[in-house]
C-alpha cells in the first residue's frame, strides 16, 4: 500500500519551512518504511504568478487524491490588491470547501523550553494546553448572498451572511465532543447567543449532543468573555468549539497566550479523516526568503499528519522527541530565541532536527 | 440651564454601582453647581418583570430626553430562556439603535496602582492606554434578514447578515480620526479584508478617509492578527476601529489586559454628543446583592459623561483625581485586591470617593 503526500509549499515563508519539513518526511518514512510518496503543487499567490488563478484544476485534482496534504502558508502584499475572487487566500479556502475539510483543530500549548517567551506571567500560561475545535467550511466565510451592492440613495453597502445548518453544527459538536473526551472531558462551546439568532440554533444543537457523550462537561460562553477568559485564566479551557469567524479569533489569541506561534500546528479533517496540515503562522512576507523563518510548527504539523491522516503514531512521536530534545540542545530560530539560546537558520533548525531523529 | 440626567441601574450588581455613581453625581453636582437633575427608569431584566418588555416605552422616552445616560449593566441567567426579542439585551440594544448611538468608546487603561493585577507580564502592559472605537448601531448585531430557516431539506439554518454602508463607515471613522489626533496620532483599522467583502469597502472608506487627517497615521489589520497582536505587543497601538462584532470581542480582551475589568468605563455617543455611558462589565449575577461589586467603572464611566455630554471637565476631573486617590489608599474591592491592599465593600469605597471629593 502506497500513500501520497501533497506538499504545498505556497507563498512568504512557506517554500522555506516546507523544505525542512519534507527532509524530516523523507527521514521517517525511510526509517519506520512507511511507504510515503510525495508530490507537490502551487497554491495561493505562488499559483496566481504561475497560472493566474490561486488554485490551479491540477492542484484540486492532486488534493483530491492525496492520502493528506502538508500546507506552508499562503498570501503576502504583492497579491492585496487583487479583487477578492482571485486573491491568494481564495486559495486555501477553496482546498478547505472542496474537501469540506470541516474540522479544524487548533493545540495551544506552552512548550516548557519556551515558556519564558510568553507575555503572560508564567503562573498564567506554564503547562497551558487547549484543543481549539473551528468549524471550517461554513458560516460567514461562505455564507450566501455576499458582495457590495448599490443601495437606491446611491451609496454602496457592503455585506455578508452569516449561517448554519443543523448538520454543519452537529458533525463539529461531534468532532469536539469526541476530542474533549480523549482529553480533559470538559468542552465549552462558544457564541453570541445572546445577540445572533444563528448561534442561537448552535447553542441548542450543543445541548442537544451533550446526552450522547455524557462524560464530557458542556459548557456555553460568549465570544466577547471567551476572549477575555483567554487572557484572564486560559487553564480554566480544555477543548473548545466555536464557528468559523470567532474560531479564527480566539484560536490566534490562543495561540499567542504561549508566545511562539512559530511552534504551533493545525489539522483540518473531513470526514474520512483526510487532512491537509499547515501551521498556525502566515506566510510572513517580512522575513520571507531570509532563511530566519521557524520551521518547527510545519515540522510538527508533518508529525500531525502522520498520526491524524496516515496511523503512523510511532513516526509522529519520534518526530515530536526529536523537536522536544532540539529544543533541549537550546537551538532557537529568531522567533523563539532569547538569552542563553543558540540561534540558528531555519535549514540549520532543520537539520537539527533530522540529527535527532 | 438645567440638564437631565437618566440613570438606568439595570440588572445584576447594575443598582448598587449605580447607586454609588449617583451619590458622586450628587456631590459633584452641588460642589460644582453643575444644575444637574436626575431621573431613573428601567431596562434590561428589571424592566421585563415590570412590563414585561425590555425597553419600556416610558424608558425610551426619557433615554431620548436626557442630556446623558448612566447605565449600569443588563442581563442574567434568569433571563437566559427567553425568546431573543424578550431578553434584558435588547433593551440595551434598542437604546443603542433608537438614540443612534454609533460610537462606542472604550479605553484600555492600566491604572498603575492596578498593575500587578494584570495576567500579562509588567512590561509588557505598564502605561498601556489603548482606546478602541467600535461601531455601536451597524454590522451584524443589526443586520437585516435575520433569522432561523426550514430549508427543504427539512432542516432549519440559522442566518443573521453583517452589513455597512459607506455613510456608517465613514461617520465611525471619522470618529476614530478625531479621536487619534487628540491622541498619539496613530490610527489601526480592524477587519477581515482577506475574506469578507463587508470588511473590504470598510477598508476602502477609511483609506479615503486618510487625506483629510493628514497627522494620523493609518494602518490596517486582519482581526485576527489583532486578537494576536493584543496579547503580544498592546502598547502599539494607539486608537484601534473596528465594527461591532469585532469590537465586541476586541474591546474585551483589550479590557482583560489590564486585569481589572472593574475599572474601565465606556462612551456610546450619537452625532449630538449624547451618550450612554455605562461600565465595560457585564451583570456580574454570580455577586449581585453581596455588596461587594467594584463601583469604580460605573463612577469613571460618570465623569466621562461629564466631560463628553455635558462639558464639565472640572467635574469630570476631580472625580477621576478621587478614584486615584483612594487607590493611593489602598481601597480595594474584592475584583482588584492584592496583598497589602484595605478589602472593602462596594458602598464602602463609593463613600471613599465622596470623602476623596
Ligand atoms: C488566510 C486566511 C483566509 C485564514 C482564515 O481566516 O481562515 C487564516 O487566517 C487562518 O486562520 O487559517
Ligand atoms: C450585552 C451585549 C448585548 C453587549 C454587546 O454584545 O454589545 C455587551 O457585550 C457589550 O459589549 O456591551
Chains 1, 2 share one sequence.
Not at 462551546?189 to 445572533?196: E, I, P, T, Y
Request: glycine content about 8%; proline content about 5%; hydrophobic content about 40%.
Amino acid at each position: 500500500m502506497s500513500r501520497s503526500v501533497l506538499l504545498l509549499p505556497g507563498d512568504g515563508i512557506g517554500p522555506e519551512i516546507v523544505a525542512e519539513a519534507e527532509k524530516v518526511l523523507h527521514k521517517v518514512n525511510e526509517k519506520f518504511s512507511l511507504g510515503l510518496s510525495f508530490e507537490s503543487a502551487l497554491v495561493g499567490g505562488a499559483a496566481i504568478d504561475a497560472e493566474d488563478t490561486p488554485l490551479p484544476a491540477d492542484t484540486l485534482d492532486k488534493a483530491r487524491k492525496a492520502d493528506a496534504i502538508l500546507l506552508g502558508a499562503v498570501g503576502g502584499p504583492k497579491w492585496d490588491s487583487l479583487p477578492m475572487a482571485k486573491r491568494p487566500e481564495k486559495g486555501l479556502l477553496g482546498l478547505r470547501s472542496n474537501l469540506e475539510l470541516f474540522a479544524n483543530l487548533r493545540p495551544a500549548i506552552l512548550y516548557p523550553q519556551l515558556a519564558s517567551a510568553s507575555s503572560l506571567k508564567p503562573e498564567v500560561v506554564s503547562g497551558l494546553d487547549i484543543l481549539i475545535v473551528r468549524e471550517l467550511t461554513g458560516g460567514i466565510y461562505f455564507g450566501q448572498p455576499r458582495g457590495v451592492r448599490q443601495l437606491e440613495s446611491g451609496e454602496r453597502q457592503g455585506y455578508n451572511t452569516y449561517q448554519y445548518t443543523e448538520s454543519e453544527i452537529r458533525r463539529i459538536g461531534r468532532v469536539a465532543f469526541e476530542a474533549a473526551q480523549q482529553r480533559g472531558k470538559k468542552l465549552c462551546s462558544v457564541d453570541k447567543a445572546n445577540v445572533l439568532e444563528v448561534t442561537v440554533l448552535w447553542r441548542e444543537i450543543m445541548e442537544e449532543l451533550k446526552s450522547e457523550y455524557p462524560d464530557v462537561e458542556l459548557s456555553h460562553m460568549y465570544v466577547d468573555n471567551a476572549a477575555m477568559q483567554l487572557v484572564k485564566a486560559p487553564k480554566q479551557f480544555d477543548v473548545i468549539v466555536t464557528g468559523n469567524m470567532f474560531g479564527d479569533i480566539l484560536s490566534d489569541e490562543a495561540a499567542m497566550l504561549t508566545g511562539s506561534i512559530g511552534m504551533l500546528p493545525s489539522a483540518s479533517l473531513n470526514s474520512e479523516k483526510q487532512g491537509m496540515y499547515e501551521p498556525c503562522h502566515g506566510s510572513a512576507p517580512d522575513i520571507a526568503g531570509q532563511g530566519v523563518a521557524n520551521p518547527l510548527a510545519t515540522i510538527i504539523s508533518a508529525a500531525m499528519m502522520l498520526r491524524y491522516s496516515l496511523n503512523e503514531d510511532d513516526a509522529a512521536a519520534a518526530i515530536e522527541a526529536a523537536v522536544s530534545k532540539v529544543l533541549d540542545q537550546g537551538l532557537r530560530t529568531a522567533d523563539i530565541m532569547s538569552e542563553g539560546g543558540k540561534k540558528v537558520s531555519t535549514r540549520e533548525m532543520g537539520e537539527a532536527v533530522l540529527s535527532a531523529l
